[in-house]
């Protein structure tokens, strides 16, 4: 009893790999339960923080390449930035939280990031 | 009864052929709603867990199904709490059953993944850019600029990794995608897996877009790797938005017959 579809690769192991990698660096869902509800409402929470922030560096990036930003205004994102990650980086180690971890399945609309 | 849900047919005849349904005993057989059924068998219990066979199971009666009709494929594990609930669906759904069928009427889905060797692109990437580096931010030792100044070279690969996989995805798309109806590419869901793409392709057409695999390979881009599967039914092409405006009033005498 075979299915007729067939799955063609020269390199089948690297194939699995990638996309075992793919499906576990995206959770299908916010993991919240008693034990854990904290955790959960945190992984939430800095996911959406994380977003934020990076959209803040991008957007950021992007007036540094257009040169629209002066000296002053570079100095003070810098910081601005700096103190942003260092702030997220102490928040993930609090919730035991991964970089990886910081993302969500939109399901049909892809990943949040 | 509960009933085990396999598809959603653009046929309110009987199945003549035999076909084995997840449980044992249990054969498959077609629900009619107006002209189109809904393809279930039998289930007294819930299906413990995701095995191999059991979702070959679910595959192989699919796939039988699609030798015979257009078939609107079904999530593995979809359990209907019984008769009426299936034809209250139906009726939900009809409008929207109804235009698919018709969209993916002879037609198949065949997938398309590509690794591409992520590492010596960006290696690439930074030996070009700091050829052609020029100072945006001059760091004068600040500790803000000298972290600026970090994040825009990332900023920079980054991009231009982007763009090289935009570039090579649409070379890719060019050999398959003059075969297909529709396509849902997804870019970069690893740096290593450049493409994880779903075409939707006209039965006739399903041996060049075989043969573009061939051609593809040919073309020789060091470091890719291709992975072919199919032809499956059109799982990613099935698109419910529940209409309003359920059925006509000619339908609806219809469904009242039916039931």
């Known amino acids: 009893m075979i299915a007729n579809g067939i799955v063609e690769t020269e390199s089948p192991e690297e194939f699995i790999e990638e996309i075992e990698r793919a499906q576990n ?4 869902k916010i993991d919240a339960n008693p034990k854990n509800v904290e955790k959960g409402l945190a992984k939430l929470v800095l996911t959406l ?16 390449e257009a040169g629209s ?19 997220m980086e102490e928040l993930k180690q609090i919730f035991g939280l991964k970089d990886e971890e910081l993302n969500l399945n939109l399901g049909p609309l892809g990943d949040l990031m | ?6 598809g959603i047919i653009d046929s309110s005849d009987q199945i003549k052929e035999s076909i084995y349904g997840l449980e044992e005993g249990s054969n498959v057989y077609n629900i009619p709603f107006c002209d189109i059924g809904a393809v279930v068998s039998e289930i007294s219990q819930p299906i413990q867990g995701v095995t191999k066979g059991a979702v070959l199971v679910h595959e192989i009666v699919v796939e039988k199904l699609m030798e015979q ?4 494929p079904v999530r593995f594990q979809t359990i209907i709490n019984g008769r009426d609930s299936l034809l ?5 759904y009809y409008k929207d059953f109804k235009d698919n069928l018709a969209r993916l009427h002879n037609k198949l889905e065949f997938g398309i993944k590509v690794i591409w060797p992520a590492d010596k692109v960006k290696a690439n990437i930074i030996k070009v850019l700091k050829k052609d580096e020029q100072k945006t931010i001059e760091s004068d030792n600040s500790p803000n600029k000298r972290f600026i100044e970090e994040k825009f070279e990332e900023y920079k690969i980054s991009k231009e990794f982007e763009a090289k996989a935009d570039k090579f995805i649409k070379i890719i798309d ?34 060049d877009f075989k043969e573009a695999l061939e051609h593809i390979k040919n073309a ?14 059109a799982y990613n092409f099935v698109v419910l938005s529940k209409k309003p405006g359920l059925l006509t009033d000619s339908e609806q005498n219809l469904f009242s017959l039916t039931k």
């Open chain 2, 174 to 207: 060019i050999f398959f995608g003059k075969f297909a109806a529709e396509k849902k590419l997804e870019k970069l869901k690893t740096e290593n897996l450049l493409l994880d793409a779903v075409y939707l392709v006209e039965k006739d057409k399903q041996k």
């Open chain 1, 49 to 64: 923080i994380e977003l934020i922030r990076k959209l803040l560096e991008k957007q950021a990036m992007r007036r540094v």
């Open chain 2, 69 to 72: 009709f257009t078939v609107l």
């Open chain 1, 69 to 87: 930003l002066s000296d002053e205004q570079i100095e003070n994102v810098g910081e601005t930035l700096m103190k942003l990650e260092s702030k």
């Open chain 2, 1 to 6: 009864m509960k009933l085990y849900l396999y």
């Open chain 2, 88 to 92: 209250s669906m139906m009726q939900s």
């Open chain 2, 220 to 233: 020789n881009y060091p470091g890719f790797k291709y992975l072919f599967s199919g032809p499956w039914p």
């Open chain 1, 25 to 28: 660096a995206l959770p299908k």
